[in-house]
Structures are given as C-alpha cells and as structure tokens.
C-alpha cells in the first residue's frame, strides 16, 4: 500500500508530497541549522518520490561557505530543507515539520551536538556525536 505523505511552507505557496522517507532522521545541533530554523536544532529527513504540487517558483537556495545548500520559501521565509555539496534538488533533505500530518520517521540520532546551545539538552535514549555520525560523543 502506498501512502502519499503532504507538506509545505508557511503561507501554504509551497507545497509538496513524498511516498517514502530515509530510515535516518537527526536531530542536528550545527550552528547552520540553528540560525536557518531559529530554534536548538534542526530535525531533516531524506524523502523518496518528492513531487513539488506548487510553488516551485518560488524555492529560494542559500549556498553556505561550506558548500551546503538550504532551500526555503521566498515568500514567507519557511525552512523547507537541506542538501549536501553539489547535490541536485531532488537530494534535498526535507525539515519534517514542514509535513502537514504525522509521518513514519523515528529520530535515530543527535548530530553536530559540540555546536549545542549551552541551555538545550540532549535526549538521553538517542545516540549523540560530536560532528556527524562517524564522530560519536
């Protein structure tokens, strides 16, 4: 059985579904996540089947110093997600607070925790790593 699985920004301009998600899912500390969802970390899930429904016009990227790409709405602002170096927009990560209802994704692990804000703790039954999740705490 296939379940179409829905999301989108803000203002609802930008909109998308998936059919499948990553079996990876972090909770990520880095200062980039922090500043792009204004909050202690950022949680980003791989998606599979990602279809743009609306709005694809207006996705606006920001290429960071180190080469990684986030993607938001040009319009309301919203964080909509993540990508590596030189990765193509269909490899983006997606924020899985942009989905409009619940969705199968167990958070695995916390990442880039040496970055965490002194007044944010760790969830003590996940696994943490320092950097990403080669460099365990």
């Known amino acids: 059985m296939n379940f179409i699985y829905k999301g989108s920004c803000l203002c609802h301009r930008v909109t998308f579904s998936v059919n499948g998600f990553s079996e990876k899912a972090a909770n990520c500390y880095c200062t980039m996540c922090q500043k792009f969802h204004g909050a202690a970390f950022g949680t980003l899930v791989g998606v ?23 993607t938001f709405c040009k ?3 919203s964080s909509l997600g993540f990508r590596v170096k030189n990765a193509p927009i269909e490899e983006i990560e997606l924020a899985i607070a942009t989905f409009n209802d619940a969705i199968p994704v167990k958070i695995d692990a916390q990442i880039y925790t040496r970055y965490r804000s002194n007044w944010c703790h760790l969830q ?10 080669t460099a365990p705490l």
């Open 75 to 77: 319009e309301c602002g």
């Open 48 to 70: 599979k089947g990602l279809v743009w429904n609306s709005g694809y016009d207006l996705l606006k990227h920001y290429k960071a110093h180190n080469g990684t790409i986030r």
């Open 124 to 133: 003590s039954d996940l696994p943490v790593f320092k950097e990403g999740r």
